[in-house]
């Protein structure tokens, strides 16, 4: 069990320009979730997966998100003419449904900064 | 939906004495779970301790234990014997277990044990 990773640490780009971010979650854990955290605020939700299938999309996802999780395992967050507003941390976290004891496991996230 | 409100921006204890953080929480759902996170300094979030809301039992964690109030939808986190690796952000989270489990956090609280 190696734990939740993330990739990048730290993205810093220019406004207008598309970013992408990988999550691997715990290998075994079939639910996925990502969360967006702005300084000092707690993270708020965007999106899950059960397996490869996205379930829920929160109103914050707004069309320039779109996130996959093609096989199932690692996900992919990407973020289209990216905007100032969207500077945060991206955190990922994953689970066991069911079975788990309803414990997400966090990655250390990435941490984006648009110039 | 649900709310989760964080009253104590900052606290800080002495290393050894006991501290209680604040939470309460907003819901009309009857199955969920509570939850208490800690956050490092640039490190990730990690599970503190949880509550099942049909548990009347408060929960207890070594030297962290809750006082879960279901009438008053109070949820609080009592650190016992601070110690200074007990120095981080804390969030109060809600999960609606009958809806996709996702995470609702407060605002957070940061907390300093001094030497």
């Known amino acids: 069990d190696t734990g939740v990773s993330q990739d990048p640490r730290h993205k810093i780009t220019k406004r207008g320009q598309n970013v992408t971010f990988r999550c691997d979650p715990i290998?075994?854990?079939?639910?996925l979730y990502w969360y967006r955290q702005t300084l000092g605020q707690g993270p708020e939700f965007l999106t899950y997966f059960q397996n490869e299938a996205q379930l829920e999309k929160s109103r914050l996802l707004s069309d320039r998100f779109s996130a996959e999780r093609p096989k199932g395992s690692f996900s992919t967050l990407e973020i289209q003419r990216t905007e100032q507003g969207d500077s945060a941390m991206y955190l990922c976290?994953?689970?066991?449904?069911?079975?788990?004891?309803?414990?997400?496991?966090f990655g250390p996230g990435t941490r984006l900064t648009v110039t | 939906a649900q709310t989760v409100t964080q009253s104590q921006p900052e606290m800080s204890v002495q290393e050894a004495e006991t501290v209680t953080l604040s939470c309460t929480y907003d819901?009309?759902?009857?199955?969920?779970?509570l939850f208490w996170y800690k956050q490092p300094p640039s490190r990730q979030m990690i599970l503190v301790i949880r509550?099942?809301?049909?548990?009347?039992q408060n929960a207890t964690e070594n030297r962290f234990s809750v006082n879960f109030q279901k009438a008053a939808k109070s949820f609080s986190l009592k650190i016992s014997d601070s110690q200074l690796g007990d120095t981080a952000m804390y969030f109060c989270?809600?999960?609606?277990?009958?809806?996709?489990?996702?995470?609702?956090f407060g605002g957070g609280t940061r907390l300093m044990v001094k030497p």
């Open positions: 976290a994953s689970e066991t449904v069911p079975g788990g004891f309803y414990e997400q496991y």
């Open positions: 819901t009309s759902e009857s199955n969920y779970y």
């Open positions: 290998s075994e854990h079939n639910r």
């Open positions: 989270a809600f999960m609606n277990v009958d809806a996709g489990n996702m995470l609702t």
């Open positions: 509550q099942e809301a049909y548990k009347q």
